[in-house]
């Protein structure tokens, strides 16, 4: 199968092509020429204006069904919803059933690596079934492949815990996931601290209850001399934080889930559990201040933080709603109809392409001939309806359902 990409304008920042057009003719997953004017037969021509085209996308924060929850997402579907995001690359939280804290669960999941065209990694434990009481068998996965080490979206509240785990992987320069969250100063919460969600009678989680956690982290990053990741920020005091720890040499990285980008708590006024976020949804100032750190390089990584949910998880009281929404699919589409202008494409790509590459050490797609097509082509004009119809995700909790969206990827 030949495909032939008529002056796509690459966005690759760091590379000698990068804001040049090109013709792109790609043979069975390969690139077989790059010119200008090319003329060569192919099986399918893409020629629409204004065609970008980006090294594949890497999503840092990913959660399967597979294995236990299948209903909700398997590695079939999830990889078919990466590729029609623009995705090649994912890594998947290890909160599974059984979870992801030994040798043959890390290469339980890279036997699935590669199903339909996406390469997947996988974070091991933290601990021992992600139940914060023993450390899990780090070293050993570590060897398997495991790209990092994360409890998912349970914080590791005992301090010990954590100096542990960041003095143990020093051994073997690996990574710590920290997800921030002292649940202690926010139990049951479910949306910001603000007064508009006090009036909805809603448990809040205040910014406090990250901010101290990350606090907590930093200093015994300090104290280790480790390397940390923060799976998430969504305030501005995080921000000052991690500013300080990459002030101070610290070997921090940060990411922000697109919804945290995308939206804000006066999405909660209808109680569409679909807006039901961890972290959750902060205000419309710390949203734009978020956004404006991608800018500025402070955070280095945007996560799509896809999270599926079957609809007896989300059709139900707000109280009782499971937090979650999935974006693989409409990422793209969703940072085009309402980022862009704010934000310039060479930032998005650093944070959802580049950047996550460097943290965790995979190698960086080449734009050269021989070379495999690890890029995304997004037409940036093209409008589509996303319904339950077209939707590969097995669950359908999704802010975008049965919504046109401006902006799809064709290289799928």
Known sequence: ???????????????????????????????????????????????????LCFPGLMDTQCSVGEPGFEHKE?????????????????ILLPNTEPVVDNRAQ???????????GVTLHAYGAITKS???????????????GAVAFS????????????????????????????????????PGGMVNESESNTLLGLKSTPELAEEIMLNRDLYLLNYTKGRMHVSSISTTGSLSLIKQAKKDGLGISCAVTLASLLFDEGRLEEFDTNFKTQPPLRSVKTSKALLKAISLGLIDVISTDHLPQEIESKDVEFDHASFGMTMLETALSAINMNLI??????????????????IFGLPQPKFSEKSSFDFTVFDPN?????????????????PYINQTLRGKVISN
């Open 130 to 144: 992600t139940d914060g009481k023993e450390l899990s068998e780090m070293f050993d996965m570590h060897q398997s």
């Open 382 to 398: 093209s409008e589509w309806e996303y319904t339950v119809k077209n939707c590969f995700s097995k669950s359908h909790n999704s």
């Open 74 to 90: 398997s590695f079939d579907s999830l990889t078919k919803a990466a590729k029609a995001g623009g995705f090649t690359d994912v």
């Open 1 to 51: 199968m030949k495909t032939l990409y008529k002056e796509v304008k690459l966005i690759y920042p760091g590379t000698p092509e990068h804001g040049r057009k090109f013709d792109v003719l790609v043979e069975n997953g390969l690139i077989k020429k790059i010119g200008k004017g090319l003329t060569v037969k192919a099986d399918s021509v893409k020629d629409q204006k204004g065609l």
């Open 106 to 116: 890390i290469e339980f999941v890279q036997r699935a690596s590669g199903t339909n």
């Open 151 to 186: 409890d998912g979206k349970k914080p590791i509240t005992d301090v010990n815990m954590m100096k542990r785990a960041l003095d143990y992987t020093r051994s073997f320069d690996g990574i710590v996931v920290s997800y921030p969250m002292d649940d202690r100063i926010a």
């Open 341 to 358: 202008g704010e934000v310039a494409w060479d930032d998005i790509i650093r944070a959802l392409a580049i950047n996550p590459r460097n």
